[in-house]
């Protein structure tokens, strides 16, 4: 009952909203510029309850998914630039939406390259490795049988291209699904970020500001800084194996690209890997040219001259979390954890200088 001679200011008595030819009607009355916080909560964790069970049930591209997701948010910044150059909503998504699927396609093609055409000229390049080297050193002479190694890499190696054989079909209907999702959150870029904006008070939203800087930030480093070091890398590696003589210098190039994203280690690894089995066929001389030149042009100074270029978009994370960043990621999570490990200890390291920033605004009396 409403009292007497009063004018209560209710909107209408039953609002409506159109969306894509459905209407949804609200049975009550709703306050006009009032949206109690209570129903935005439970609103948001009916949605959070819902994605869980939904990535329960879409286990198998969840991991797909999560790449999508991390791409969409780096390239939202090209999605707005395109908008401001007049271009379309639409269009500048699916520009963006493009410009994913061509580096997608031009970072993996040397890889597959490699696994499905020069896999054999590995393997067999291993096969003429001797199956015993004697290693002296100060007069004491020891022999290493490296037969049973040898075939359990050649098996890997097998097994590997058999694999990748019957993962094609999977492998294409999940790049399917990444591009779709990819597009489809560059297209409702706003919608999102205002719904997720709409849930956080407005007390606590430069907190999420500030995770979303360090979030994009730490995207750039992994996915720009690290392509376009890698990109370098291969070129220079390209180069200097084919002056070296090697007859498989795509494949070693390759390798050296993919390396660039172990953190610390690198091409380094490979360039040791190289001088070792000189080493081992009894070419020291050849074995010291390719440490020293590979060290200095491969291991080094891609990091030198392309690093320091893109340095300052990237987020400030020092190369020790990084590594733990990386390497804990990729055993938990396994290929997803390239991407999840290093962005979980970024985000710890943005909410832990946050706490540090609002403690240190909280007087403290000296004793």
């Avoid at 008595?13 to 159109?18: A, G, H, V």
């Avoid at 979980?344 to 605004?361: F, R, S």
């Amino acid at each position: 009952m409403l009292p007497a001679g009063k004018d209560v200011a209710f909107g209408p008595t039953t609002p409506t909203r159109t969306r894509r030819g459905r209407e949804t009607v609200f049975p009550t009355p709703v306050a006009r510029d009032f949206v109690t916080l209570d129903r935005r909560y439970v609103l948001g964790a009916l949605f959070g309850l819902l994605a869980v069970g939904a990535a329960a049930m879409l286990a198998d591209v969840l991991g797909t998914v999560f790449f999508a997701v991390t791409v969409a948010y780096l390239l939202s910044p090209l999605r707005e630039e395109l908008v401001r150059r007049r271009l379309s909503p639409w269009s500048a998504s699916l520009v963006s939406t493009a410009t994913a699927v061509i580096a997608v396609g031009v970072l993996a093609l040397p890889l597959v390259v490699v696994v499905g055409v020069r896999l054999d000229a590995i393997i067999a390049f291993l096969s003429t490795l001797p199956p015993t080297v004697t290693v002296e050193f100060q007069g004491i002479s020891t022999t290493i049988t490296l037969a049973d190694a040898w075939a359990t890499v050649v098996g890997f190696g097998r097994r590997l291209a058999r694999s990748f054989a019957l993962a094609m079909p999977v492998l294409a209907l999940k790049l399917t699904v990444f591009v779709m999702v990819v597009f489809a959150l560059l297209s409702h870029t706003a919608e999102t970020h205002r719904a997720i904006i709409a849930l956080v008070p407005h007390a606590y939203r430069d907190v999420i500001r500030g995770l979303s800087r360090r979030t994009r930030a730490t995207l750039f480093g992994i996915y720009v800084l690290q392509a376009a070091t890698a990109a370098g890398t291969f070129v220079v590696a390209l180069v200097l194996f084919y002056l070296l003589g090697y007859p498989y210098f795509l494949t070693l190039a390759v390798l050296s690209a993919v390396l660039q994203f172990l953190p610390v280690v690198g091409p380094s690894l490979l360039i040791g890997l190289l001088a070792v089995a000189h080493l081992v066929t009894g070419d020291p001389a050849q074995a010291a040219l390719v440490f020293v030149s590979g060290a200095v042009f491969v291991a080094w100074l891609p990091d030198v001259v392309i690093r320091p270029r893109l340095a300052r978009e990237t987020a400030d994370l020092p190369g020790s979390l990084y590594f733990v960043g990386f390497v804990g990621g990729l055993l938990t999570l396994g290929p997803v954890g390239i991407i999840a490990g290093p962005l979980a200890v970024a985000l710890v390291v943005e909410m832990g200088d946050l706490l540090t920033d609002e403690l240190n605004q909280v007087p403290v009396s000296e004793d």
